[in-house]
């Protein structure tokens, strides 16, 4: 043999593969390696844990106008976008560049450039093409870059954005769909705008008369719980008993639609479902607010004591799971403050019987 193939031989028979019928961990075996006993290579098991949930929740402050400082900043520029809006009015946007939503959004970023305030507005533009949409806040972004090169997220401290109607020659009344959150493009994009302004904030309000802010802080926070949340784990239908999975909304068995209100034994009748709208745009929120927002809305008229039947009708509902314990069915919760909330059920519910209504 030449030389190389006997090199490749001694090679071979110093690492040969080694199966063993017990134990070793290690299948190659030289010279230069020791065996590993089993017991060396055992795994520490992780220690058993309870099941836990984390629950994020995201914080708006809603301020009433008159109650804010003049000098404060959220009413500096809450007077800019009245300005603002004042202006846009006096002219009819061609629908061209809304024709995706048919809505005209206006966003003004407040900013602080060499200790002067500086406002620079910004508006949506959705002309439906592959590109996708321009929204509002990153607009007035875009547009304040343009105008100082050597802008930086330290000298953003604020915007505020707003639906305004009437401005494109569509008849479309004067609905709106304030208070209007940002989309997720935009949240990503404010929320890299707070991680160096810490103080930014992002204002929105209830309807045009500005009188009503919500401040939205772009930060979660998590609460950590030992029992699953109402309306997330396993649930047994109402209907058939069949025991379903966690999040699912359609009975396996019978296909009973969880968040029907036939299945939820809920009230059928408008003044129900538009109390749990204004407590699902608006909560926590107490009875009296209630009243105001549906009263202002025009779309149904209740009286004080209608409303508290309404109300006492709406905390009632739902039943105890047998096999959990858990309850199911619930629209509505008061806290110890007396304000009330919407359930994951309610939400759900109102948002399908949109959905069943548009079809």
Not at 123 to 140: D, F, H, K, Q, Y
Not at 279 to 304: A, F, H, Q, W, Y
């Amino acid at each position: 043999l030449s030389p190389r193939p006997r090199a490749w031989m001694r090679l071979q028979r110093l690492a040969r593969p080694i199966w063993p019928l017990m134990g070793p961990a290690i299948c190659w075996y030289s010279s230069r390696i020791s065996v590993a006993q089993p017991e060396q290579l055992t795994l520490a098991q992780p220690a058993h844990r309870k099941e836990r949930w984390i629950t994020r929740m995201e914080h708006t402050r809603i301020r009433s106008l008159s109650e804010i400082p003049l000098g404060d900043p959220v009413r500096l520029l809450t007077a800019e976008v009245e300005q603002q809006m004042e202006r846009i009015t006096q002219f009819k946007v061609d629908p061209f560049f809304h024709r995706k939503s048919n809505k005209l959004v206006l966003a003004v970023l407040h900013l602080e450039i060499d200790n002067q305030t500086v406002f620079v507005p910004g508006m949506n533009s959705e002309v439906s093409l592959p590109t996708g949409t321009i929204c509002a806040e990153r607009a007035a972004v875009s547009s304040a870059r343009a105008q100082f090169p050597f802008l930086t997220r330290m000298h953003m401290k604020g915007i505020a954005v707003i639906q305004v109607p009437n401005c494109l020659g569509i008849d479309d009344g004067d609905a709106t769909s304030n208070p209007l959150p940002p989309c997720g493009a935009c949240r990503e994009w404010l929320e890299k705008i707070q991680e160096e302004s810490r103080q930014f904030y992002v204002l929105t309000y209830t309807d045009l008369s500005l009188s009503e802010v919500h401040e939205r802080f772009l930060f979660w926070s998590a609460q950590e719980e030992l029992e699953v949340p109402d309306d997330f784990g396993p649930w047994s239908c109402r209907m058939c008993g069949a025991r379903n999975r966690p999040f699912s909304d359609t009975c396996d068995n019978c296909l009973a639609r969880r968040f029907s209100l036939h299945y939820n034994r809920a009230p059928h009748q408008k003044r129900y479902l538009d109390v749990m709208r204004v407590i699902s745009r608006e909560g926590p929120v107490n009875t009296e607010d209630i009243l105001k927002r549906m009263t202002k809305s025009g779309k149904t008229r209740l009286r004080m004591e209608d409303l508290v039947k309404t109300l006492k009708r709406l905390e009632k509902n739902g039943w105890s799971d047998e096999q959990t314990g858990s309850m199911t069915g619930r629209l509505v919760y008061k806290d110890s403050d007396g304000l009330f909330s919407i359930t994951l059920t309610g939400q759900e519910m109102i948002r399908r019987h949109a959905n069943d209504v548009n079809e």
